[in-house]
């Protein structure tokens, strides 16, 4: 263990306190109100909404991005058990009704071996889906040998990832490798996961609609931030304690504010490597300047402009924009 808070400002470790006080605090809308307040502790105000929401929204981006890639591995390791699963207990009714087929004499003979060919051609069917679900994790282990995951699974470089997804035209051959293992394994998954693997492939590939998702992912957060801050008057200054929205009003709230916690706590956690013109920022000076970064990133991918993004470092004070170096 070590204090996760040694090297933060004043103002992110009250946050930090009224957010927890939020998270305990039983009555909805009063949470909800201390939810503002403690972006408000930040120096964040009313009318600086859509700056926090330009932040939110280039942060969102990343976990997206990284959150596709633990869906991804988790999926397909379910997909690889649950297929081991259903042939074990096919193969053992098989082999059970097989026996008794054989060791019954009489009547009872025919039925038996009836059933014990029925339970054989589903357990031949199991290993079938079982064949394939093994070479999905074949391709799995083509992504990750590309990724660089550990036993530990940790994604520890986003871009590589990223470089997945969205290959570029003068890639290696071991790239283009892992991206065609992964369509193959978009292809096995099936669901939700590889719903998403197809729309984030397709937007990265689409500088337009990458930069259409980030702003309307930026709209809808300046909504939510104005809207906490109506029900912070509310709750406070008129006395309305309850509503018809105050469980989602309160959810929403504590996800609001734990993203903005959760890039301001990394920012500053690697501030020592910061770039001159980004040490010592206060805290709603990272979020003017990672506002800046998200208008630059959308701006270039209006205009066209070809240059790999990093997403590893999207949100980090140890990178002056979203490029990579």
């Not at 059970?96 to 051609?121: F, H, K, M, Y």
Request: glycine fraction near 4%; charged fraction near 25%.
């Amino acid at each position: 263990m070590r204090p996760l808070t040694t090297s933060w400002p004043p103002t992110l470790r009250e946050s930090l306190r009224t957010a927890h006080v939020a998270r305990v605090t039983e009555a909805p809308t009063t949470a909800a109100g201390l939810c503002w307040s403690a972006l408000e502790a930040l120096d964040v105000k009313s009318h600086s909404t859509g700056t926090l929401g330009r932040a939110l929204s280039l942060q969102a981006t990343r976990q997206q991005i990284i959150d596709l890639h633990q869906r991804t591995r988790t999926t397909a390791a379910a997909l690889l058990s649950a297929a081991r699963t259903a042939h074990r207990a096919a193969q053992r009714t098989a082999d059970q009704l097989e026996a008794a087929a054989s060791a019954t004499d009489g009547d009872n003979t025919a039925v038996l071996a009836e059933r014990a060919a029925a339970a054989r051609a589903i357990e031949l069917r199991r290993r079938a889906a079982l064949e394939l679900a093994l070479e999905t994790e074949s391709h799995q282990a083509v992504v990750d040998s590309w990724t660089a995951i550990g036993d530990d699974g940790l994604l520890r470089d986003p871009n590589r990832w990223l470089d997945i997804l969205q290959p570029p035209a003068d890639a290696d051959p071991a790239l283009h490798a892992a991206a065609d293992a992964l369509t193959a394994l978009a292809g096995r998954l099936g669901g939700d996961t590889a719903n998403r693997l197809r729309t984030w492939r397709a937007r990265l590939a689409d500088p337009n609609s990458l930069a259409d998702w980030i702003e309307e992912t930026e709209a809808r957060f300046k909504k939510s931030l104005d809207w906490l801050y109506a029900l912070r008057n509310t709750a406070l200054h008129d006395g309305r304690f309850t509503s018809t929205t105050d469980l989602l009003d309160v959810h929403a709230g504590r996800a609001l504010v734990d993203l903005t916690l959760e890039f301001l706590g990394n920012w500053y956690r690697h501030e020592a490597n910061a770039t001159p013109d980004q040490a010592g920022l206060t805290a709603v000076e990272a979020i003017a300047h990672l506002a800046e970064r998200q208008h630059a990133l959308v701006a270039a991918l209006r205009t066209g402009t070809p240059a790999k993004r990093n997403v590893t470092r999207l949100t980090s004070p140890a990178s002056t924009d979203w490029r990579r170096p």
